[in-house]
């Protein structure tokens, strides 16, 4: 089924291949080593959960990426990626005779003769410099450490970070999808108005998760939180069985994905005779506005930290500032959360095709809480919003 999808996506993990090979070129570092992850996602396109079998990606500045994958998977990873050179290793075999040609063919080998585990900063050995995935199983770190004895090791993500925060076309447009799904199923909660009213979190999460699907999505792209009183007060709280009661706020933070990229938004939504508790009416006009400040204040070289005061100082200055516990948003890719982070005295500058959330709250403890979110898109003179529903917390 994925025929179609590696022809058309061939061209960007290809671009992608090369930009990380001339930063490699730069001296960053000798070669990245991936495994199962998003990483490797967004440098081949081929996907997969982790297991305990070998399964890494080699690039390096000066040869072809290099596959080193179970003999199982081969054909599905020459077929599905721009990757030419595959290794196999069989199940009676092992991986290790496979993994020290791979190192020795790509010349990482360099200064094994060395001890390399002295650490006191001694770089007369010359070994070579591995970037290994982020995520990267410890058991495989380690198989790397005895096939090159004379290596330093630092983090993939220091050259693919900076290359994933700016989104290409095709990655907004999925992204764009898939927070159209998630708009679409909070229409359809305030039509249910009422229906809402005597069903259990768990219910309604379940309920959600169905009609994303039926609204184009692919799964969750993280639990479904639906926080209803009391509950909503607890950021990370997902659901449970309380049951929902008329003018209950509830918080309703959930996405699905569109080939691969998530959507994430969050509305405080209050079901039935819509007369909420005292306070929420304020406290809800409060988040608004702090997250459209927040929203304003979005354009090419403007900091993280600067979009996290936008926020914070709406709180802050309606005197709940300890109510907001969080940072103020988080990059969306591949990954739900990822650079760049908004959060308080964050440096980093904002680039046309940064992708992340806004998502301000305030959390009253034992009574309810309120966060709206959306995602923007930066564009070259402000943002665009990924998620277009009301921000009102009415149903009717
Ligand atoms: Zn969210
Ligand atoms: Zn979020």
């Not at 001296?27 to 996907?47: K, M, Q």
């Not at 290790?96 to 050995?125: E, F, N, Q, T, Y």
């Not at 198989?143 to 970070?161: C, I, K, S």
């Not at 990229?261 to 079901?271: A, E, I, K, N």
């Amino acid at each position: 089924m994925n025929d179609t999808d590696a022809a058309d996506t061939d061209a960007p993990h290809a671009r992608r291949l090369d930009a990380v090979r001339d930063r490699l070129r730069d001296g960053d570092a000798d070669a990245i080593v991936l495994f199962p992850s998003t990483n490797l996602r967004y440098l081949t396109g081929h996907s997969e959960h982790p297991s305990e079998r070998h399964f890494l990606l080699f690039v390096t500045a000066d040869h072809e990426p290099v596959f080193l994958v179970p003999e199982l998977s081969g054909e599905q990873v020459r077929a599905g990626t721009a990757v030419n050179d595959v290794r196999t290793w069989a199940d009676d075999e092992g991986p290790a005779a496979v993994l020290a040609s791979v190192a020795d063919d790509l010349g990482l080998r360099r200064g094994a003769d060395s001890d390399g585990r002295d650490g006191d900063g001694d770089d007369s050995d010359d070994g070579s410099h591995i970037l290994v995935d982020d995520t990267m199983h410890a058991r495989f770190t380690q198989d790397l450490r005895e096939v090159l004895p004379g290596a330093t090791f630092g983090l993939a993500g220091e050259v693919l970070a900076d290359l994933r925060v700016i989104k290409d076309d095709a990655e907004i447009a999925a992204l764009r999808h898939a927070g159209e799904a998630a708009d679409a199923v909070i229409r359809e909660l305030r039509a249910d108005g009422d229906d809402v009213v005597g069903m259990t979190e768990a219910d309604l999460a379940r309920h959600i998760e169905d009609r994303l699907v039926a609204n184009g999505g692919v799964g969750v792209s993280f639990e479904t939180i639906v926080g209803s009183g009391p509950n909503g007060a607890m950021p990370h709280h997902t659901h449970g069985n309380r049951v929902i009661r008329a003018s209950d706020p509830v918080v309703l933070d959930f996405g699905t994905r569109v080939d691969g990229y998530p959507s994430d938004q969050t509305r405080t939504l209050v079901f039935g005779d819509e007369s909420p508790p005292e306070g929420f009416r304020e406290v809800h006009r409060v988040v608004r506005e702090a997250q459209d400040a927040a929203v304003d204040a979005v354009e090419p070289g403007v900091t993280t930290g600067e979009i996290d005061a936008a926020a914070r100082g709406v709180i802050e200055e309606a005197g709940y500032g300890d109510e907001f516990v969080h940072r103020t948003g988080h990059g969306v890719g591949l990954d739900v959360h990822e650079e760049p982070y908004v959060v308080t005295g964050g440096e980093r500058e904002l680039e046309p095709g940064m992708v992340f959330s806004i998502e301000p709250g305030v959390y009253l403890s034992g009574e309810f809480g309120v966060r709206i979110e959306d995602l923007v898109v930066v564009t070259d003179d402000g943002c665009v919003r990924l998620n277009r529903t009301d921000r009102d917390w009415r149903t009717a």
